[in-house]
């Protein structure tokens, strides 16, 4: 038992731990957004914050256990691509939120100056991890000094945005738009909202032990195959890393908790950026940052520009677009795929 957990994997026992750590985050996400569309009209937070603070939080738990896991094997590279390349993908499932939403596009239903400013804090953390990279090379007690800066613009960004005193920007209400509003009918009704909490944080340690395994599966991965680390973190890992948000949007998309389904991804794409510091302090060979190599740092740049088209599309809202998806969600899907052919290559 314990070779199993300390040595590499064959490659077929690699791919069923990927599949299966898949369908269990699949099971979970989806009762998660039942849980948490619940708490956040009990709690009087509202889906927006609720689902980028706490959503987030759960549905990168798998991401952190990866990330810390590979970090401490040794292999930054791994540690690196899977934080980022997990936000790449993760952007992706507004997308396959908006495909799912047929009536009109999921940004120009769902409207929350809450959405776009998690976005704008996720591209200061990004650009404050590329700065990072690019900074001399000092660690303190084996930690990089943008770490803790990381840690305090996220903890300061939340602040910022829950404490704001009113709106200085407001979407334009339409027919379409489904207004975050607590909901009539309560299904856990005779259920208390500590014992939901207590099924929501359950669930969550099922996916970090998940998290764990598929981070096992990809150091195994990359030992018996020709891939590179930042295919696999990127593509591999990050997949796996995103499928909690995209399950998640889906859902909620399906339920009608329009501002959920986006606060879930960019609140979870927010906390994956911190994924670089549980990184950077599970790794014992000097800063995360500087480990990266080139295929990481070209993964931080399209994080950066994918979640920049995205908080266009939130700000344009356009009722239809390009092949029903609006001109993001195509942009999004020509980027990633741009991104996978370019560290195959």
Same mark, same amino acid.
């Given at each position: 038992? +314990?070779?199993? /957990?300390?040595?590499?994997?064959?490659?077929?026992?690699?791919?069923?731990?990927?599949?299966?750590?898949?369908?269990?985050?699949?099971?979970?996400?989806?009762?998660? /957004?039942?849980?948490?569309?619940?708490? $956040?009209?009990?709690?009087?937070?509202?889906? $927006?914050?609720?689902?980028?603070?706490?959503?987030?939080?759960?549905? !990168?738990? !798998? =991401?952190?256990?990866?990330?810390?896991?590979?970090?401490?094997?040794?292999?930054?590279?791994?540690?690196?691509?899977?934080?980022?390349?997990?936000?790449?993908?993760?952007?992706?499932?507004?997308?396959?939120?908006?495909?799912? %939403?047929?009536?009109?596009?999921?940004?120009?239903?769902?409207?929350?100056?809450? +959405?776009?400013?998690?976005?704008?804090?996720?591209?200061?953390?990004?650009?404050?991890?590329?700065?990072?990279?690019?900074?001399?090379?000092?660690?303190?007690?084996?930690?990089?000094?943008?770490?803790?800066?990381?840690?305090?613009? %996220?903890?300061?960004?939340?602040?910022?945005?829950?404490?704001?005193?009113?709106?200085?920007?407001?979407?334009?209400?339409?027919?379409?738009?489904?207004?975050?509003?607590?909901?009539?009918?309560?299904?856990?009704?005779?259920? !208390?909202?500590? &014992?939901?909490?207590?099924?929501?944080?359950?669930?969550?340690?099922?996916?970090?032990? =998940? =998290?764990? *395994?598929?981070?096992?599966?990809?150091?195994?991965?990359?030992? @018996? #195959?020709?891939?590179?680390?930042?295919?696999?973190?990127?593509?591999?890992?990050?997949?796996?890393?995103?499928?909690?948000? #995209? /399950?998640?949007?889906? #859902?909620?998309?399906?339920? *009608?908790?329009?501002?959920?389904?986006?606060?879930? @991804?960019?609140?979870?794409? !927010?906390?994956?950026?911190?994924?670089?510091?549980?990184?950077?302090?599970?790794?014992?060979?000097?800063?995360?940052?500087?480990?990266?190599?080139?295929?990481?740092?070209?993964?931080?740049?399209?994080?950066?520009?994918?979640?920049?088209?995205? &908080?266009?599309?939130?700000?344009?809202?356009?009722?239809?677009?390009?092949?029903?998806?609006?001109?993001?969600?195509?942009?999004?899907?020509?980027?990633?795929?741009? /991104?996978?052919?370019?560290?195959?290559?």
């Amino acid at each position: 038992m +314990n070779n199993v /957990v300390t040595q590499l994997w064959p490659l077929w026992l690699a791919v069923v731990v990927f599949l299966t750590a898949g369908a269990i985050t699949v099971v979970c996400s989806i009762r998660l /957004v039942s849980l948490g569309d619940t708490l $956040a009209d009990r709690t009087g937070w509202g889906e $927006a914050f609720f689902g980028a603070v706490f959503f987030g939080l759960v549905t !990168s738990l !798998s =991401g952190i256990a990866m990330t810390a896991v590979t970090a401490a094997a040794d292999s930054p590279q791994l540690a690196y691509s899977n934080a980022v390349g997990g936000i790449a993908v993760q952007t992706l499932a507004i997308v396959a939120a908006d495909a799912a %939403y047929r009536r009109v596009n999921l940004e120009y239903a769902a409207a929350s100056e809450q +959405n776009l400013l998690f976005g704008c804090l996720l591209i200061v953390l990004l650009s404050t991890a590329l700065l990072g990279s690019f900074s001399p090379e000092v660690t303190v007690f084996g930690v990089h000094p943008v770490s803790p800066i990381m840690v305090a613009l %996220y903890l300061g960004g939340l602040k910022l945005i829950h404490d704001r005193e009113g709106p200085m920007w407001t979407a334009v209400i339409t027919r379409e738009t489904r207004l975050d509003r607590p909901e009539e009918f309560d299904p856990f009704g005779a259920r !208390s909202s500590k &014992l939901l909490a207590a099924e929501f944080a359950a669930l969550a340690i099922v996916v970090v032990i =998940g =998290g764990w *395994g598929v981070a096992r599966a990809a150091e195994s991965v990359v030992e @018996v #195959t020709a891939l590179s680390e930042g295919f696999v973190g990127a593509v591999l890992m990050g997949g796996i890393n995103a499928l909690p948000e #995209t /399950v998640t949007a889906i #859902t909620a998309v399906r339920r *009608g908790a329009l501002t959920l389904a986006v606060a879930a @991804v960019i609140g979870g794409n !927010s906390l994956d950026a911190l994924n670089l510091v549980v990184g950077d302090v599970a790794f014992r060979g000097g800063s995360l940052f500087h480990g990266a190599g080139e295929d990481q740092l070209f993964l931080t740049t399209a994080a950066l520009l994918m979640t920049a088209v995205l &908080l266009g599309g939130l700000l344009l809202r356009q009722r239809l677009g390009w092949l029903r998806l609006g001109f993001d969600g195509v942009l999004l899907a020509a980027i990633y795929g741009g /991104v996978v052919i370019t560290l195959l290559y």
